[in-house]
């Protein structure tokens, strides 16, 4: 079965410095695989998504994803860090008989210090 | 487009009680939707996969007697839990997926609070 498993829990890094969040991701066939952004006692939103069209992927608020198969990762970085972005992160990966559930990893605090 | 909303969003009861939570999609019809549970501090843990007209499967470990799941129509799904204790306190979230949308696209509700006092 798909998995995901999110290294660090808690990342705390300086506004205006870059921004790295690691997902790794056990399956050999990796249908897509999705980075989710979670506000204090907020829903949950879509950065991006990765669906095999690109290997690098763009998202909303300045994030992106490279997916690489040879490290199985799924890592999420931004260049430069904004108040803005402290909130839970959550790399999520399909996975059931047809890949329509979602099965989230462990999650990771991004910290952003003035 | 692509909205999905949960009633209530926050709710308190009294242990031994049920509440029933809400979830639907408001601009398109969704055949399936998902509950997931989300303890403080944690990740989302799927519940059930919810579809249209026929019963929920639940994931392993979760006890089908007590989220009790209904999936009436295209755009309604809603979970009870039943006899409600503390330990059942809980951030709940819905899911819904697009009935001609990609199959493994979801669109997230807001979330309800649940706290049983």
């Known amino acids: 079965a798909q998995s995901v498993t999110q290294l660090d829990s808690h990342v705390s890094v300086s506004e205006g410095t870059p921004v790295l969040l690691r997902c790794n991701y056990s399956s050999s066939y990796s249908p897509s695989l999705f980075w989710y952004v979670q506000h204090p006692n907020k829903g949950l939103q879509l950065l991006l998504k990765y669906t095999s069209a690109a290997t690098l992927v763009k998202g909303i608020n300045g994030f992106e994803a490279e997916f690489k198969k040879s490290e199985t990762s799924f890592h999420l970085t931004k260049p430069s860090a904004h108040m803005s972005d402290a909130a839970e992160y959550f790399c999520v990966a399909p996975g059931g008989d047809n890949f329509n559930k979602f099965y989230f990893g462990s999650g990771t605090k991004l910290n952003v210090k003035p | 487009g692509a909205v999905v909303s949960q009633h209530p969003s926050r709710v308190i009861c009294k242990s031994g009680t049920s509440v029933k939570i809400e979830c639907r999609s408001l601009?398109?019809?969704?055949?399936?939707m998902f509950w997931y549970r989300q303890f403080p501090k944690k990740s989302l843990m799927l519940m059930a996969t919810?579809?249209?007209?026929?019963?929920?499967?639940?994931e392993q470990g979760v006890e089908k007697d007590k989220f009790l799941i209904n999936h009436a129509s295209l755009t309604l799904s809603t979970l009870t839990v039943t006899s409600a204790h503390p330990e059942d306190s809980s951030f709940y979230i819905c899911s819904a997926r697009e009935r001609r949308g990609l199959a493994n696209e979801q669109f997230f509700g807001p979330g309800t609070r649940l706290t049983v006092l």
């Open positions: 919810s579809n249209e007209g026929s019963k929920a499967t639940y």
């Open positions: 601009d398109f019809q969704a055949t399936t």
